[in-house]
């Protein structure tokens, strides 16, 4: 079963590029899947309390045209991985949490 998608808004207080799309979802299963534009990712999170915490992802390999669409991918990936408590905010975005979080805003 698929939810509806998270959509990043800002990456580490840098926006995101343009037209650019960089969605994120949980499935009641223990799945997460997503797209960065370029290319789709999936792998298992689990959740306990306000922490999430998402396995390493496994990525398609497509070519994104120039540097700046794969380096906001990485950045992406990255602020998604790992251990941080999450938020939610006064506005229902989706907030990693913590002095060594990075930060990925993500809104429904």
């Not at 990043?8 to 650019?20: H, K, L, Q, T």
Request: proline letters at 4%.
């Amino acid at each position: 079963m698929r939810s509806k998608a998270w959509i990043a808004e800002d990456i580490n207080r840098g926006g995101v590029i343009g037209n650019s799309r960089l969605t994120l979802a949980f499935g009641a299963d223990g799945k997460v899947s997503g797209s960065d534009h370029c290319n789709r990712f999936n792998g298992t999170y689990t959740a306990d309390g306000s922490k999430l915490t998402i396995s390493p992802l496994a990525s398609t390999r497509r070519a994104c045209l120039g540097e700046a669409l794969p380096g906001q991918a990485r950045k992406c990936l990255g602020a998604l991985v790992g251990e941080p408590a999450w938020s939610f905010t006064s506005d229902g975005a989706l907030l990693p949490a913590g002095a060594d979080a990075a930060r990925i805003v993500l809104l429904r």
